[in-house]
């Protein structure tokens, strides 16, 4: 299984200095992709203008929007424009992470509405990945940077069967978005069914992500940083607090289950943007 670590783009007071630095530090200890997850209203940083940024100071890892929300974006050429960039200017290592989205702000911001959020999705999916392609449009011919010969991956996240089926029709695995590691199995049977159902032959890539914190004291951080994140739920911003690995223990634990459920990709997500954190995560996992 390969191990990720989730940049601090949503924490709290996190700088674009802690931000660069976090990447810096992640890519030179060998974590395998940096991963962003998205909101619209919130203080957060957005995940494509992040991982630009820290595609320019890092060499090797792989650049995962783990998810970005799809439907409020709206113009799916600019999506594709912005993502193939990214793309193009890591030398080919961005996956774009996407799904619905859920939170009824973050759709009213755009001015969009949530009805009818997952048909909006496909028809995005189904452009985007025209455009990745080459097909033309205007007189300039296509939508650049051109990335027909090595387009970004695409993941889906989501857990209604509908997630799979679009993973299994426009992406190259799916991502589980939180949640105990002991329900990962189940879900990556699913997802495989779906590959079968749509006759793919090629093996789904299955990713996760989960939280973790290794600060001093982690009770206080998760709930300061992690749970306001998941404030507009009070029952589920508890279940996020206290399931987030905190100490060397409970982290090696989360990464061996997840492992034992058949997972590719773990991505771990701080509690605080100290760079430090990216230090002492390596020492742990790595």
């Given amino acids: 299984m390969e191990i990720g670590i989730g940049l601090p783009t949503t924490l709290p ?5 802690q931000v660069v630095e976090w990447a810096k530090r992640a890519d030179g200890a060998g974590f395998f992709s940096l991963g962003t997850i998205d909101r619209l209203v919130y203080p957060n940083y957005e ?24 439907p409020p974006r709206q113009n799916a050429a600019l999506v ?32 969009v509405s949530m009805e009818g959020r997952g048909k909006r999705i496909e028809e995005m999916l189904d452009e985007i990945t025209r455009i990745w392609a080459g097909e ?14 090595n387009p970004p991956s695409i993941i889906l996240g989501g857990s209604v069967d509908a997630a799979f089926r679009r993973a299994a029709k426009y992406g190259d695995g799916w991502i589980m978005g939180g949640g105990p590691p002991e329900g990962f199995a189940p879900a990556r049977e699913q997802l495989e069914g ?50 987030t690995a905190k100490g060397e223990d409970q982290i090696r634990e989360r990464v061996r289950v997840f492992e034992e459920q058949g997972c590719d990709e773990l991505i771990l997500f701080p509690a605080s943007p100290d760079p430090d954190q990216v230090d002492k995560l390596a020492a742990v996992v790595l």
């Fill in 13 to 17: 007071g996190a700088s674009g200095e």
């Fill in 47 to 70: 995940p494509l203008v992040a991982l630009g940024a820290a595609a320019a100071v890092t060499e090797r890892a792989r650049l995962v929007t783990a998810i970005a929300l799809l």
């Fill in 80 to 111: 594709a424009k912005q993502a193939a960039s990214v793309h193009e200017l890591s030398n080919g290592r961005l996956v774009l992470g996407v799904a619905v989205g859920g939170r009824p702000d973050d759709f009213e911001a755009a001015g």
């Fill in 136 to 149: 033309e449009r205007g007189y300039a011919g296509a939508i650049g940077p051109d990335v027909s010969g």
């Fill in 194 to 243: 779906a590959f079968r159902e749509a006759r793919r032959e090629d093996k789904p890539r299955a990713l996760a992500l989960s939280y973790f914190s290794l600060d001093d004291d982690a009770e206080e951080q998760t709930r300061r940083t992690i749970g306001d994140y998941y404030s507009f739920a009070p029952e589920y911003s508890e279940m996020v607090v206290a399931g």
